[in-house]
């Protein structure tokens, strides 16, 4: 009989372990065997993915760059969460949100999180949604309506001439409608999320309503003039960040059977409205969940930890994250005299760790810096037993020199060449352990320090020490730049190295301002706007750190930007009305939601150029909101900038954006969108059609790098109509066809504000083009260290 290791590595030494087991259970599943599966075979464990953010460790704990992804799309399913539930609740039925409002948005939210999130879509739950969008279909309900958006493979597409995969197209189907539609049956193969948070029973006379969140909205009187009296209103949304279950919640990695067939995993949150709405019976009414919002990034995609947790263990602790066990803890090759760290950006597959020496521990002179672990798995077994060590580190043996004021003047130790060295001290180690030897002479002196005339000096009668000593320590100044007298502050004058709390002048400088404005924000008033902003080589990767928020951003700009070259509202449809354009309140709820869902996040506004919104009875529109407070809290305010007296069409970010894209908006310099959008055929769905407007449809949009950052400044808004913080503001254009339908043209501009204190900085050495204002000003010892990392707070 013969025995086969299972292992997938790339050599025989490593045993099968859980990835092997995982990955055995992933290529098991495909598109055409995964409908004869069992359900079971369509999940993999919860353990699977670790450290899955959560609300409870958002302000307390360090979410990790390999974790960015997963925050991303939990922000993502919280902000449509709250968007929807705003607008439901906040308007009128014939005011909601049309169909291809709602396709549009969960197809922006996967063309903006390019690199971040692979599909999102909306469920509602049996008998839930009100379409007004159909003609002489007032106050009905359809059966089931589950718009949902995917990144599609466009390989074989006709207008893919090149025949590559562009990760551009989109395709988007109701999974209410057509074949295998009941996603609310316990026999759907995809419905992991279903049960998160539905079907919702509550009722609010039993005291457990939804939670309430507070909106304080400043609307423009006028240009340059606030109205005099703010609108408070309130509605009801997803949970409380401080609930035991929080806002979002997570689905074990599933096989998304029949769509993308794909392994995926999802980020879920309610949406809440009103139900029954329109009755006489109004003690029937109450405000439920009626709907998720699902948003799911690839679970290749999603890095995994081989390291072992070090520290308290789940049972010792009462930190929800660390009751999160990893199933693939331990899977590491990481040497005992190593430990293990995770990288980022690997996915799954083996290796995205590295190996650094432990406390006491060296890397080996051929080394440079610490063993990866994508370099380890691939070892044979005999590279294996033979490197990836770390050496113990003893005393550095150096040349001792002591100069000491006595009798004797000067005194050399010197130790008596062995016999073994024949000479050559090429193969001689100079670390040494001087514990052994009888004497042990304290060594301070670095071999640089020798003072070349004190040590030549002979005993000498008294009268000559004085000037001779003082002949010998003004040489060893001018030769060696170092002070050989021994005197009580000798430390003082001679210390080169600065202590851990000095700064540089130039980092001094900016950490001096921004804890200054930090403690007392009121002495703004009284500077200038250049002594507000801080220099632009502080945003030292800020590309990185921050791209979730320059992503949401971007995913603003790709919804207005489709919705302004698709939607024509002069299109008459056989059953459905033609969608209207956007109105202010849909814009407020945008904002209002965007800022509401992301943590980092200070304010988010859209900003149209004159005359641009033309549903507003002011040349220029630009709703900005904000969060109340620092804390994740649901008091949000909403104000209109072109009311503030300033107004926004002179500031920097919006000159910037209009002066570089107002002229030159063309369509070869943006990035082509193709959506294929399904719907449902009649009201009872009983099969998908193309979108009646065109298959495929197709809009231009901008990427990151057509936007840009702006320096950090102190925001001083007068009479604290704006948050006074530290921000870092990212801006993107936003694009729409011309009056006459043709071609595009500069719309607006989205601009979203970060807190600079989530910014971390890097103050290790760099070469001499990167712009970084902190690099350089670490406290690495360049002898005894081989390179100084990177750490995030």
Same mark, same amino acid.
């Given at each position: 009989m013969l025995l086969f290791d299972k292992s997938l590595s790339q050599f025989e030494w490593i045993a099968y372990d859980k990835i092997d087991e995982i990955m055995d259970r992933m290529n098991a599943v495909n598109g055409m065997n995964c409908f004869q599966k069992q359900p079971s075979e369509l999940l993999l464990p919860e353990e699977a993915v670790y450290q899955k953010p959560s609300i409870e460790m958002l302000k307390k704990d360090i979410i990790m760059r390999n974790r960015t992804q997963l925050l991303h799309i939990r922000n993502m399913a919280h902000r449509n969460a709250l968007l929807f539930s705003y607008l439901f609740q906040r308007l009128f039925d014939f005011e909601e949100p049309g169909l291809t409002y709602i396709l549009l948005h969960n197809a922006a939210d996967i063309t903006g999180g390019r690199s971040m999130i692979n599909g999102s879509g909306i469920y509602f739950d049996?008998?839930?949604?009100? $379409?007004?969008?159909?003609? %002489? =279909?007032?106050?009905?309900?359809? /059966?089931?309506?589950?718009?949902?958006? &995917?990144?599609? +493979? +466009?390989?074989?597409?006709? =207008? %893919? &001439?090149?025949?590559? &995969?562009?990760? @551009?197209?989109?395709?988007?189907? +109701? /999974?209410?409608?057509?074949?295998?539609?009941?996603?609310?049956?316990?026999?759907?193969?995809?419905?992991e999320w279903y049960s998160k948070w539905l079907p919702d029973q509550t009722r609010n006379d039993q005291g457990r309503g939804k939670p309430v969140h507070t909106v304080q909205l400043l609307l423009a009187d006028?240009? !340059?003039?606030?109205?005099?009296? $703010?609108? %408070?209103?309130?509605?009801?949304?997803? $949970?409380? #960040?401080? +609930?035991?279950?929080?806002?979002?919640?997570?689905?074990? *990695? !599933?096989?998304?059977?029949?769509?993308?067939?794909?392994?995926?995993?999802?980020?879920? /949150?309610?949406?809440?409205?009103?139900?029954?709405?329109?009755t006489e019976y109004r003690h029937l009414q109450s405000m439920r969940n009626l709907a998720v919002a699902v948003t799911h990034i690839d679970f290749l995609m999603?890095?995994? %930890?081989?390291?072992i947790e070090v520290g308290q263990t789940s049972a010792q602790t009462n930190d929800p994250q660390s009751k999160q066990p990893n199933l693939f803890a331990g899977t590491d090759k990481c040497k005992p005299t190593t430990r293990c760290e995770p990288l980022f950006g690997f996915g799954f597959r083996r290796g995205g760790y590295q190996c650094l020496c432990q406390p006491g521990f060296r890397y080996p002179p051929y080394q440079d810096g610490p063993f990866k672990g994508y370099v380890i798995e691939k070892a044979t077994k005999e590279e294996y037993q033979n490197n990836f060590d770390c050496i113990k580190v003893e005393l550095y043996l150096q040349v001792p020199q002591n100069f000491r004021q006595s009798n004797m003047e000067v005194f050399a130790a010197r130790t008596r060449r062995s016999a073994d060295y024949n000479g050559d001290l090429s193969n001689v180690s100079i670390y040494h352990d001087l514990s052994k030897d009888s004497i042990s002479i304290p060594l301070t002196e670095s071999v640089l320090k020798v003072n070349p005339i004190a040590t030549l000096v002979p005993p000498l009668p008294s009268f000559l020490k004085s000037s001779l000593h003082n002949v010998a320590l003004f040489s060893g100044k001018l030769v060696t730049g170092f002070n050989n007298d021994k005197s009580a502050d000798y430390m003082k004058k001679s210390r080169t190295k600065r202590y851990a709390y000095e700064r540089s002048t130039r980092v001094a400088t900016i950490m001096q301002l921004y804890d200054r404005l930090d403690r007392d924000p009121q002495l703004c008033e009284f500077m200038t706007e250049d002594e507000l902003a801080m220099p632009g080589d502080v945003l030292n990767d800020v590309d990185i750190q921050l791209e979730s928020q320059a992503r949401l951003a971007l995913t603003l700009s790709h919804f207005l930007s489709s919705f302004y070259q698709i939607v024509n509202p002069a299109e008459d449809f056989p059953l459905r009305k033609a969608e209207l354009d956007l109105t202010d309140e849909q814009l407020i709820g945008e904002v209002l939601a965007a800022a509401g869902g992301d943590y980092k996040v200070v304010g988010v506004g859209i900003f149209f150029d004159r005359g641009k919104f033309r549903n507003y009875r002011l040349p220029y529109f630009g709703p900005y909101a904000y969060r109340a407070g620092k804390d994740i809290s649901r008091k949000y305010t909403v104000i209109d900038w072109a009311g503030l007296p300033d107004g926004y069409e002179n500031e920097i970010w919006f000159r910037t954006l209009k002066a570089r894209w107002a002229t030159n908006a063309d369509r070869s310099e943006l990035t082509e969108h193709w959506l294929k959008l399904f719907i449902r055929s009649d009201y009872a769905g009983n099969a998908l059609v193309h979108h009646e407007s065109g298959f495929p449809l197709y809009s231009y949009? *901008?990427?990151?790098?057509?936007? @840009?950052? =702006? *320096?950090?400044? =102190? @925001?001083?808004?007068?009479?604290?109509?704006? #948050?006074? @913080?530290?921000?870092?503001?990212?801006?993107? #254009?936003?694009?729409?066809?011309d009056a006459l339908g043709i071609n595009l043209e500069f719309k607006g501009v989205v601009r979203v504000d970060a807190y600079l204190s989530y910014l971390d900085i890097n103050q290790c050495a760099m070469p001499h083009y990167v712009p970084n204002a902190f690099k350089g000003s670490d406290r690495c010892d360049y002898q005894s260290t081989v390179v100084c990392f990177h750490y995030f707070d």
């Open positions: 049996q008998d839930k949604y009100y $379409p007004h969008w159909y003609k %002489n =279909f007032f106050n009905k309900t359809i /059966s089931l309506f589950g718009p949902y958006a &995917w990144r599609a +493979d +466009d390989f074989y597409d006709a =207008f %893919n &001439w090149k025949h590559e &995969w562009t990760n @551009q197209t989109i395709q988007e189907e +109701d /999974s209410g409608a057509g074949r295998n539609h009941q996603y609310t049956s316990r026999y759907n193969r995809r419905n006028r240009m !340059y003039k606030l109205r005099d009296v $703010p609108q %408070n209103f309130e509605f009801y949304g997803p $949970p409380h #960040p401080e +609930d035991p279950q929080g806002p979002t919640l997570w689905t074990r *990695p !599933y096989f998304d059977c029949g769509r993308s067939d794909k392994w995926i995993i999802s980020s879920v /949150s309610p949406i809440v409205d009103i139900y029954p709405r329109h999603t890095d995994i %930890n081989q390291c949009a *901008p990427e990151l790098k057509h936007g @840009q950052w =702006f *320096p950090p400044t =102190f @925001q001083c808004s007068r009479n604290n109509t704006l #948050p006074r @913080q530290w921000i870092v503001t990212y801006a993107v #254009p936003f694009f729409g066809l």
